[in-house]
Structures are given as structure tokens and as C-alpha cells.
């Protein structure tokens, strides 16, 4: 996945849904599950999680479970 696709995914989802901690939020590129649950990313580097997500992309949007 490239830079440009990535920021795409990352801009496509609130700051506010993004998990605490996300680098995306201080405005570099996104760290948490936003980006690494998204299809494309698995698709690229496969489902790398060891960690039960808090969301999910559902129909091409990010769908946060938690922090509705």
C-alpha cells in the first residue's frame, strides 16, 4: 500500500474514531486498527492482529464498536 491509499483510509474516518493513542490523531499517519483492519491493507500484508478489534470496515466505512 502506498502513502497516498493510506492517508486516503485514514482521512475517510473521524480523528475522534480513531483509537486514543493513533498516531493520526497528532497528524502522522495512521497506527491503529483504521488502517490495518481496512481491506485493502489486508489484502497487501494480510490480517496481522493479535488483538481482538474495536471496529470493523463494514460496505467501505469504518465501523467503531466503542467510541460511537
Not at 34 to 61: A, N, Q, S
Request: charged share 30%; net charge negative; glycine share 6%.
Amino acid at each position: 500500500m502506498d502513502y497516498p491509499t493510506a492517508f486516503k483510509i485514514c482521512e475517510s474516518v473521524k480523528a475522534s474514531k480513531h483509537h486514543p493513542e493513533c498516531s493520526w490523531r497528532s497528524g502522522l499517519l495512521c497506527d491503529c486498527e483504521v488502517l490495518i483492519t481496512h481491506p485493502d491493507y489486508i489484502k497487501d500484508y494480510g490480517d496481522k492482529l493479535t488483538w481482538e478489534p474495536t471496529g470493523k470496515w463494514i460496505d467501505g466505512k469504518w465501523i467503531n464498536q466503542t467510541n460511537k
